[in-house]
């Protein structure tokens, strides 16, 4: 019977360190060509593609969207989001999974996406405009050896946790053994996962945060502090944040390159989030660089985009589309993926094949640059195991699933 969970069940049925064990096997398992993944598709509405009637009462609705509805973003984020006037709507979706987990995963996700200048850069904002001020974002996991539904959950805790993990994969393989200091730049739940799960691999002592609005850098700080019983410190520059730290990870939702090359120092490893936090003329300084996975098929097919009115000219830019544009500038072929730096370990190749970090000196750069379903069902298969094994969750009647005639 398909198991139903929330977001407290998730969080509960899986620890950070978990995460990073999944998303080892999934990568392991994608660089020995046994997983599959499609590609990320992202069918986009322009608002100004409404109907007249489905315009007007949607652009009532972002009126209304009360300042403090996201509990991550701070009000004066929505309220530049709110007046941006550009929102548009996004169905996300990613498919994969692989045997050696049982399972193959579908994330579905809905979001209202604004571009909104913040603190003189551009960021992605995303509006709750589901029923209570929420957002609607699932995973379903399915079985590979009947095909049925095993189970469904919300993708909140998951999606940022897969992200966490994979970045703090990344710091396992290439940071210097023993480093213990860290700088974040974001604040939000992904650099929350980022700093958590990169805890769990390394013994982290001392981290400096930054992030453009004072109130959230210092709620990060004081909350991750507890959390994580190590010294969490807000700082006022982004660059204070490079600043003697051993590890940087970036998780942010700016649209634009988040840190320079001058504040690169010998030994670091940089964990990045997306391509357009990076910055190509960085890698020079980087001896070794890798990525979650190379874009399918070249870079302009890294996202499928596919918008309303597009051969009109969309109003503006979407998150895929200025993905894509920036794939364009980045060598490809001279990175390495996680999965293949797993393989060429377990075969014994290290030096002399150059993979991986060669000295302590050298600057090491991973990439975490796009969602695999892969990693849903890694995640979901051991949340699914420890949930049932824990009395977790609801489980629902398969029946309604299922049907007698094929399509």
């Known amino acids: 019977m398909p198991l139903l969970l929330n977001n407290r069940e998730v969080a509960a049925a899986l620890q950070a360190g978990e995460y990073v064990d999944a998303m080892a096997e999934a990568f392991r398992e994608l660089g020995a060509g046994r997983a599959v993944n499609s590609l990320r598709v992202d069918a986009c509405v322009p608002l100004d593609s409404y109907t007249p009637a489905l315009k007007q009462s949607t652009e009532a609705h972002i009126a209304a969207l009360p300042l403090d509805a996201d509990p991550v973003a701070a009000p004066a984020t929505l309220a530049a989001a ?29 979001h209202f996406d604004t571009q909104t200048q913040l603190d003189g850069m551009l960021r992605r904002v995303k509006l709750p405009l589901a029923p209570g001020w929420q957002f609607m974002s699932m995973v379903v996991l399915l079985s590979l050896e009947t095909g049925e539904v095993l189970g469904m959950l919300p993708d909140s805790h998951i999606q940022k946790m897969r ?17 213990d200091t860290a700088g974040v730049l974001g604040s939000g739940a992904q650099a929350e996962a980022a700093l958590e799960c990169t805890a769990a691999v390394a013994p982290l002592k001392r981290v400096k945060i930054f992030s453009p609005t004072r ?43 988040v840190y320079r090359r001058e504040w690169l120092q010998p030994g670091m490893h940089l964990g990045i989030g997306t ?43 979407t998150f895929g589309q200025l993905i894509n544009r920036k794939a364009k500038a980045f060598d490809w072929d001279s990175m390495v993926e996680l999965g293949e730096l797993l393989s060429g370990r377990e075969k014994g190749m290290g ?32 949340i699914l195991a420890n949930a049932r094994r824990m009395g977790l969750g609801v489980e629902l009647p398969g029946d309604y699933f299922l049907q007698k005639e094929h399509t």
């Open 215 to 257: 109130e959230n850098r210092e709620r990060y700080a004081r909350t991750m502090s507890e959390r994580l019983g190590i010294s969490v410190t807000a700082v006022d520059t982004p660059e204070k944040v490079f600043d003697g730290a051993g590890i940087v990870l970036a998780a942010t939702s700016s649209y634009e390159p």
């Open 351 to 382: 030096k002399e094949t150059g993979l991986g970090r060669q000295s302590a000196e050298e600057i090491t750069h991973h990439i975490n640059n796009n969602g695999c379903g892969m990693q849903f069902a890694a995640a979901g298969a051991r």
């Open 163 to 179: 992200v966490g993990g994979t970045t703090a994969l990344g710091v396992k393989l290439l940071a210097r053994p023993g480093v």
């Open 275 to 317: 391509l357009l936090e990076d910055d190509a003329l960085t890698f020079a300084a980087s001896r070794f660089i890798a990525v979650s996975i190379k874009p399918f098929g070249g870079s302009s097919d890294f996202v499928q985009n596919y918008v309303a009115g597009e051969k009109k000219g969309p109003t503006g830019l």
């Open 82 to 110: 709110k007046q941006a006037g550009d929102t548009t709507y996004r169905l996300k979706t990613i498919t994969g999974g692989y045997p050696a987990c049982g399972m193959m995963a579908v994330r579905i996700s809905t």
